[in-house]
Nanobody, 121 residues
Framework: VQLQASEGGLRQAGGSLRLSCAGSGRTFSTYHMGWFRQAPGKEREFVAAISWSGSSTIHADSVKGRFTISRDNAKNTVFLQMNSLKPEDTAVYYC???????????????WGQGTQVTVSS
């Protein structure tokens, strides 16, 4: 599966931004999807994941209650709604896909290109 993330953006602290990631191919709906991020000088970290059906989601503690992952299989798209943004959310965000749940939360097989999100204080 090939993944194409939308452009990120610049927001002020407290603002909102929605990222989307479009997948190619008929098999998109069979993959678990996830979002990761990498801040300057830091390792890439898990943000959120959603099961192939959308029935299960998981969010990192650092974003729980502020970010929400969702998907629309009819449009081959996964979303990350980011609210109450903080400067520490500044990072390059990546969407990812894997056929296994463990894989999508740790070492996904497929990656989209990164998209920059910058939050100013």
């Amino acid at each position: 599966v090939q993944l194409q993330a939308s452009e990120g953006g610049l927001r002020q602290a407290g603002g909102s931004l929605r990222l989307s990631c479009a997948g190619s191919g008929r098999t998109f709906s069979t993959y678990h999807m996830g979002w990761f991020r990498q801040a300057p000088g830091k390792e890439r970290e898990f943000v959120a994941a959603i099961s192939w059906s959308g029935s299960s989601t998981i969010h990192a503690d650092s974003v729980k209650g502020r970010f929400t992952i969702s998907r629309d299989n009819a449009k081959n798209t996964v979303f990350l709604q980011m609210n109450s943004l903080k400067p520490e959310d500044t990072a390059v965000y990546y969407c990812a896909a894997d056929s296994s749940w463990a894989g999508v939360t740790k070492t996904p097989r497929y990656w989209g290109q990164g998209t920059q999100v910058t939050v100013s204080s």
